[in-house]
């Protein structure tokens, strides 16, 4: 095992290098040596300066977060940095790759930082439901400006070294030999003779901080909180920076840290964390299998959804060949993904040269033929199989050896589809959501014969593009779409029943959703279901006769709700008569209908069907289909996805309900899955069950 801390002379300048893989986590095996070689350097009168630096890809990357929630070990992250802060010889933090959390606050216990130009730094804590529990919520608005550090902390989200320079973060850039560089600057230093005023000693940045425009721009981040404390507690901790002497902030951090970390809402951001790259881990793709190498991407289809997905590969830096029918639908969709540029640059989160640089990477087509040198193809045409085996058919004959073809169905079998060529090893499901460009979520379909490099390609993209992967297996509407269409099967009957759409909804929105089930319907269009109805001979009680009087939803100004101002939904009287007619047709007596009903005839059924889907081995662990369920569908990341909430709802009681409501109903999306009864028998946890199950 390697040394977790080294030190090393260049005469009178000290260097310390950690060296914890893979990034460095303030683990403790790495906090007691770093303890003893602060002090003993502190100390000792040959040395003029420390430089503090690491080993590997990146500087430290945070508090080792499988720590938390265990006893804690001293020395404790603040403790190291209360005795950096104590050395009165110039200390540098030389910082590349990451430095994130605990790493920055470890950095901020220096005098002075000095950085590579391409690392980035920052404080994340926000996203694990925390907020930095080491010192940053007051050395960062120290260093930057309450304003700034506000932004930070409440996005954390990372600058980039150029940012940190401007803002007083970091007080040098360098393009190479960045601990050389650090030896000199720190040796500058001591010739430059101090005193040298640690981090806690500079309040210039936050004298005359107008408090009332600061509470303004932080009571805006909070709205966008929902339900969220860790974003509220970063705020309010940057308040104190301004309004309470050091110490007293630094306590009153710490004291919110420590109610944070034992919380529900952190447990479950830090579940997702370690949930989304467990995704990626997938059977049969072990490291040794390499990614095919993708230059180039087609795209066939230029509409909303072949749009989205060719502007993610673009944005991933992977040149597109867009491939419509005919011309003017080309022209069509390459307009409209210029205007969503367009959008991206008015709004300041994209540089006219920027859009400039990824227009250029588009070449439109209308002729299979020009597909013929894309290394990876995919299809968003009409949701039809015959469509989509037509397609690939032709795609069999052009593509290149090697190239690989990728259907975005939502739903379709992927094994039929890939039967429609001669090389079904190259064919996967890569399942993109609406919008594509935006939505993180990428849910890769394995066929019986997809190669391993194929889904290891197919994970690579997915990292290259910005989304997050998660392998599922063949069934109709493979993970998320399945457990959607569980999860909306009793929609219609609670408003039969007595519920009306905005109760319905303003229980989801309560739960922490973005929106309830009928908002949503109204917003992807009622058409689209109502289409699919169709074609499966299916009907619809309240659905079906608002298509028929044309309420398509917000894209016709009506459909659950009316929408007079473009997206408010308001209740329509209209439609509540609508369904209290459809009731008494149906003989049924309307009553109230209370909000726990609610949960427990739409979440419970889904979480059933995601039971279902682990049995089938549709996905792989339960904590994949919370990846699904967060990062597609804006299941609340404060209560870690439907499977890790169903274990705190308690698996016993969902079993019990689902007992309930399938002797009330007869409906099977309420038979409880065989794996959910084991469970509730014996009181175990879904990972429990894929241990059973390995
Ligand atoms: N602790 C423990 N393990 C970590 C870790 C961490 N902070 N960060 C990464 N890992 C593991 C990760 O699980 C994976 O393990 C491997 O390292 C590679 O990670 C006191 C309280 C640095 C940008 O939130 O954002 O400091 O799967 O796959 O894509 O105020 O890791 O290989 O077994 O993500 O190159 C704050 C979290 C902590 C940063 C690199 N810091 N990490 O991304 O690799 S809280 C963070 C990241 C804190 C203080 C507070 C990313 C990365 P395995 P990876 P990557």
Known sequence: MNQPVTVSRDADIAVITLDNPPVNALSHRLRAPLMEALEKLGDDASVSAIVLTCAGRTFVAGADITEFGKPMQHPILGEIIAALEKIAKPTVAAIHGTALGGGLELALGCHFRVALRDAKLGLPEVKLGLLPGAGGTVRLPYL??????????????????????????????????????????????????????????????????????????????????????????????????????????????????????????????????????????????????????????????????????????VNGGIPVTLLEMSREALDRGLATIDKNYSISVSRGSLSEDAKSQRMALFTGTTDYADLAGCDIIV?????????????????????????????????????????????????????????????????????????????????????????????????????????????????????????????????????????????????????IGWRNRKSLGKKAIIADPLCEQGRFGQKTGKGYYLYENGRTPKSDPEVLKLIEEKAREHGIERRTILSQEIIERSLYPMINEGARILEEGIAARASDIDIVWVNGYGFPIGKGGPMFWAEKEGIAKIVERLDHWHSRTGKAVFGPAPLLRKLAASGGSFADAREAAA
Not at 447 to 469: E, M, Q, S, Y
């Open 379 to 527: 299809e968003a045409v009409f949701e039809e199989m015959s469509v989509k085996k037509d397609v690939f058919g032709k795609l069999d004959k052009i593509a290149r050896p090697g190239a690989v073809l990728a259907t975005n169905t939502s739903y379709l079998d992927v094994d039929e589809i890939a039967a429609a060529t001669s090389r079904p090893q190259d064919v996967v499901g890569m399942h993109f959501f609406s919008p594509a460009n935006v939505m993180k979520l990428l849910e890769i379909v394995r066929g019986k014969h997809t190669a391993p490099d194929v889904l290891a390609t197919a994970l690579a993209v997915a990292k290259r593009i910005g989304k997050v992967p998660v392998v599922v297996g063949v069934c109709h509407g493979f993970v998320g779409n399945r457990m959607l269409a569980a999860r909306s099967e009793e929609a219609e009957s609670l408003l039969l029943e007595g519920a009306s759409p905005a109760e319905v909804d303003k229980v989801f929105t309560d739960f922490g959703w973005p929106m309830g089930p009928f908002q949503m319907g109204d917003l992807a269009g009622l058409d």
């Open 144 to 313: 930057l400006g309450p304003q700034k550090a506000l932004k930070v902390i409440v996005s954390g989200t990372p600058v980039d070294a150029a940012t940190a320079l401007e803002g007083g973060l970091v007080e040098a850039v360098y393009d190479r030999d960045l601990v050389a560089n650090a030896i000199a600057f720190a040796r500058e230093r001591v010739a430059a003779g101090g005193p040298f005023r640690p981090v806690r000693d500079r309040r210039e940045k936050i004298e005359n901080t107008d408090l009332a425009r600061f509470d303004t721009e932080a009571s805006e981040l909070a709205k966008k909180a929902r339900g969220l404390e860790a974003p509220i507690a970063c705020a309010q901790a940057v308040r104190n920076a301004i309004t309470l002497p050091f110490d007293e902030a630094l306590a009153a951090e710490r004291e919110a840290f420590m109610r944070l970390v034992s919380g529900e809402q952190s447990r479950a951001q830090r579940h997702l964390f370690f949930a989304e790259r467990e995704a990626a881990k997938v059977d049969g793709v072990g490291k040794d299998i390499k990614a095919r190498e993708i230059r180039r991407a087609g795209i066939i289809g230029a509409g909303t959804m072949g749009g989205g997905i060719a502007m993610s590969f």
